[in-house]
């Protein structure tokens, strides 16, 4: 069973800091690449960066430059730099990866819980 579990949110000031983990349990960690994806109120859930299971990394244009992403593979942890925060960056982060389920034959995605982070003015 994969499970994923988002810790670390918060209320910061903007132009602060935040970290965000998430831990995966029930996947070969070092083998699956890892994204981190949000979503404010009233809007779609969008994607935020990832790294690929080569540890790659790729950012949406809105936080390149801000957030970085990173793993620990040894500890099954990924991790999300949040840097000059803005108050539009306000919304629940959520972790993400994915797994062929062979039971369904098809790839399946896997959530965390989310995690709140809140920026203000």
């Known amino acids: 069973q994969v499970q994923l579990v988002e810790s670390g949110g918060g209320l910061v000031q903007a132009g602060g800091s935040l970290r965000l983990s998430c831990a995966a349990t029930?996947?070969?960690?070092?083998?699956?690449?890892m994204r981190w994806y949000r979503q404010a109120p009233g809007k779609q859930r969008e994607w935020v960066g990832g790294l690929s299971s080569g540890g790659w990394p790729n950012y949406a244009d809105s936080v390149k430059g801000r957030f970085t992403i990173s793993r620990d593979n040894p500890e099954n942890t990924v991790i999300l730099y949040l840097n000059s925060l803005k108050p539009e960056d306000t919304a629940v982060y959520y972790c993400n990866t994915q797994k062929f389920d062979y039971t369904l034959g098809k790839v399946v995605d896997y959530w965390g819980q989310g995690t709140q982070v809140t920026v203000s003015s």
């Open positions: 029930g996947i070969i960690f070092s083998g699956n690449a």
